[in-house]
């Protein structure tokens, strides 16, 4: 069947709100504003409260930016081998590390600015391995600089209680009084609130859009996917990210209605799991483009910085529903502490991909139940190398959905490092899966 | 003349207990009554386990070769989780009641968990969510609130009540086993130290999979023969070892009896080494406190080490450097696990360190099994650079 396609009305201003991000954070100084660094995962909401110009460099969105550009991150990436880092370790983290060391700062668009840009200060949080420990060290490279990590990894969502919140709550405190130190700024709790309802709106908002994918044909195809969910990870806590996501939301569902689809012929549906190989993104549109195959959803692209309602509360099944927003909660936010409190509350239960860290039995369920709410006929997985958090349980859910009469496909690679990819292999395992399936290639 | 240390009684005990770990646990069972369980992570509160009449064990591997692990765990996660889980597939684990593990590396996590899965004698499973902000102020709190849902599992499993008695009996024998266990480390600073790196693994390793109370008794006896103990062997370079599950025997008779320049280990910052033991249990009112605050400022695994605002070192390195001067260390090995990632991000920074304070050090990656010919000509590389500097001078 052909399928009406279009391209997005709003993709401009998803790409301009890139490029300004980068420019921004760059300039930053110049109009007397606060610079931070810190994980796509950090609280965004809480330096926020510092002023309305303070601008966050997220180092996953970052690191994946320079991966784009191969040359520059291959030189990144030597650059920080040479100083004793091992090639085995985070991806994102090498890249910007390499970045630091080489004294180089990437734009959105490739242009190389010297010299990098140092933070005022670093605020990152810890889940996996290497939070924490990439900003220590990248403090250590710039000689120094200011850092603060949150500990957050007090268990799954569905196994939250009061202490476990509080721990997270009393150490947003005191990053508060902290960055008040580190910048001689003082802190206003109105800022706080409102960016606090900001990111409850945007995470929820890109749950929702996610949710609209569901629709045969999908909407949306993973690729312009990764320039929308990107939002939730440079600055979620942002008025215009949230306007952002309104403007996609209705183009999304109109979309939907109009039976406007991603592909032309869409004659097989796929999801996925791990970042992808940043580099060589063309693995999807060969997909595409050979044989209709359209991946709808992934656990990556929508665990990263959506909401959701995820395991219940007995910790038996996943659920792929939108986490209600403060006010959709009645949950009032008035001074600093039911902020943070909110913020810390609604990362650690609703996030995602914070979730499935803390089994193999959420992850196998999470995965199962996307199969199944987004209609898809198979799986591919990226057994990615660069993230030693995302890898995790993939084996152990390739065996569960195989056994769950789930096609699975897998091929290895690395999301950040494009010395670690075998394109002519990957394609030769992706036309053997379909051979496998039937799917034959469009004329 | 002065007794030779590999003649001691106690060192012999040891060495059986590591090398006969499984039959330990399975007579002690036999003979008890009792239950055991593994643990994956030195962060697990032993104590409460140990107060309940349970006998922890750490599950280790057994360095030999294996393929029965793939379809599990990804080729990108460490060798020692491979190692673990590939004993709990081929049954040398079935003496195990239950299985716990402490948060810790993800690497780690993957193996436990597939081990709980996979392993069918298993009955009784805990994720302990430890913190991993061991340098913030809120860490103990959070600990301890963890350890009372812990505590809760285990009186749950077994039908029984935990009283402050029976924690006061367990802190009582864990600490006497530290303190022991510490004055025998601390007889290394002496310009002949009376035990070896690999005896030190054997006392340390084999307090890890047997009953402490037991342990102690032998500990005991050790520390006093080691009084009287006159070391034949040249000492030579004074080493120290930083790594993790470093307990490849191979690696130390490699490097301690098997080179042509005389070398041996007087320390090691690692969890099947000093990182296990170091710091005691300060008994308070509040037991589960206090066992919360012993875990997480014991010396920290890379993995929880790390800046947080007003603190801005990492708090192991503080103790590697206090190490490097109280027992005169001559060369760092540091013996990185393939694939791990918390040591391997500690490791540009650590190395600025050593070089910082002028002392030599070597990396070495290790796998299931050592290329020990390759090990061995960098360590005698390493110890001739070392030389020729002093000629020079
Ligand atoms: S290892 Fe993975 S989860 Fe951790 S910082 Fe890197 S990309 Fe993020
Ligand atoms: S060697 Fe490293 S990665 Fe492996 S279990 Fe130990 S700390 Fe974790």
Known sequence: ?443 | MGKNVDDLAQLKQFKEWFDNRHEYAKKWKKKTGGKVVGYYCTYVPEEILYAAGVLPVRILGSHEPESITRPYLHDMYCPFCHDTLAQGLEGRYDYLDGVTLAQSCLHMRQSYFSFVDRVPNIEWDYYLPFPHGVTNPYAADFAKHEFENFKAAVEDWLGVTITDRDLDRAIEVYNKNRELMTKVFEMRKADNPPITGLHAMYMVVSSQVVDKAEHNEVLEGFVEELQDVENDREIGTRLMLIGSEDYDKELFELIEYGMNYPATFVFEENCTGARYFWGLVENGDDRLMALAKRYVYRVPCPAKDWARGDFFGRRRFQFIEEVIKDYNVDAVIIAQMKFCDPHELDIPALREMLDNMGVTHLHLELDLTQPVGQFRTRVEAMIEAMGEEDLFI
């Open chain 1, 1 to 443: 069947m052909e399928v009406k396609v279009r391209p997005f009305d709003c993709w401009d201003d998803f790409k301009n709100y890139r490029i300004e991000y980068y420019k921004n954070y760059l300039e930053a100084k110049d109009k007397g504003g606060i610079r931070w660094a810190g994980s796509a995962w950090s609280f965004d909401p809480v330096p926020a409260g510092l002023g309305e110009d303070v601008y966050p460099l997220t180092g996953e969105p970052y690191g994946a930016t320079a991966a784009f550009f191969r040359e520059f991150s291959v030189r990144a990436l030597e650059t920080i081998e040479r100083k004793g880092a091992a090639r085995d370790l985070c991806g994102y983290m090498r890249n910007y590390w390499g970045s630091v060391a080489m004294d180089k700062y990437l734009l959105a668009d490739g242009t190389e600015i010297e010299p990098f840009p140092k933070p005022d200060f670093n605020f990152t949080i810890h889940i996996c391995c290497t939070h924490a420990k990439w900003y220590h060290y990248a403090a250590e490279l710039e000689g120094g600089v200011p850092t603060y990590a949150v500990d957050i990894s007090v268990g799954p969502g569905y196994q939250l209680d009061d202490k476990k919140i509080e721990y997270v709550v009393r150490q947003l405190e005191d990053a508060v009084t902290w960055m008040e130190k580190v910048t001689g700024r003082e802190y206003d709790d109105e800022l706080l609130i409102k960016a606090v309802e900001n990111e409850a709106k945007s995470m929820t908002l890109w749950s929702k859009i996610c949710k609209l994918n569901q629709a045969v044909p999908a909407p949306m195809e993973e690729k312009s996917m990764f320039s929308f969910y990107v939002m939730t990870l440079l600055r979620r806590s942002d008025e215009k990210v949230v306007k952002l996501y309104e403007k996609l939301y209705d183009e999304v569902e109109s979309r939907v209605k109009r039976g406007i689809g991603a592909l032309t012929h869409e004659q097989f549906r796929f999801v996925t799991d791990n970042p992808p190989p940043w580099p060589f993104l063309k693995v999807y549109r060969y997909l595409e483009q050979t044989y209709g195959a359209v991946s709808v959803g992934s656990i990556y692209t929508f665990g990263l910085g959506a909401s959701w309602i995820g395991m219940d509360e007995k910790g038996e099944n996943w659920i792929w529903e939108p986490a209600p927003t403060p006010e959709e909660a009645g949950y009032e936010i008035h001074d600093r502490r039911s902020a943070l409190w909110w913020t810390a509350m609604f990362n650690l239960k609703y996030r995602a991909s914070w979730q499935h860290e803390y089994s193999h039995w959420i992850r196998k369920q999470e995965t199962l139940q996307m199969v199944k709410d987004w209609k898809a006929d198979a799986i591919i997985m990226h057994l990615n190398r660069g993230c030693e958090l995302w890898n995790m349980s993939t084996l152990e859910v390739r065996d569960y959905l195989v056994k769950n009469n789930v096609p699975v496909a897998t091929y290895e690679g690395n999301m950040a490092d494009p010395r670690e990819f075998d394109e002519a292999r990957t394609f030769n395992v992706i036309d053997s899966f379909m051979q496998s399936l039937g799917i034959e290639k469009l004329a």
